[in-house]
């Protein structure tokens, strides 16, 4: 069985699972939370494959800063979509969509509008952290 395709076997009851040989992470953590998380503890994610809930232009940067090598969204935009393909990353999902919408299901998610104009994954991970930060004070 590959990494991709177990990945997609675990996800089932978390909101991510990456896989990477004998490797396996899970955590149920909301949003882009999970991947953030891993990138500032400085988990060496080269080589995974992980398989997402849902997989917006945000958490595409974040799997290229990871080194991820294949990504499944159960939920992907086009424009995530797009951004992995353009780094050379498989990808597969279960629903395609024009854009993430928020959590009150009435505006684009925040994220994505976070990084919409920026193509670096550097820059985005770096805008991304910014914008978590600025929320927490905010709420």
Partial sequence: MTDIMRARQLLPGHSICICRGEEVITDDGRGIGPMMRLIAEGRDLRGSSCADLIVGKAAAMLFVKAGAVCVHGEV?????????AAHGIQCSWGTLTERIIDRQGKDTCPMEKTVAEISDCEAGYEALRA????????A
Avoid: N, P
């Fill in 76 to 84: 992907m935009s086009a424009a995530g979509r797009d951004y992995l």
């Fill in 131 to 138: 914008k978590l930060e600025a929320m927490r004070a905010g």
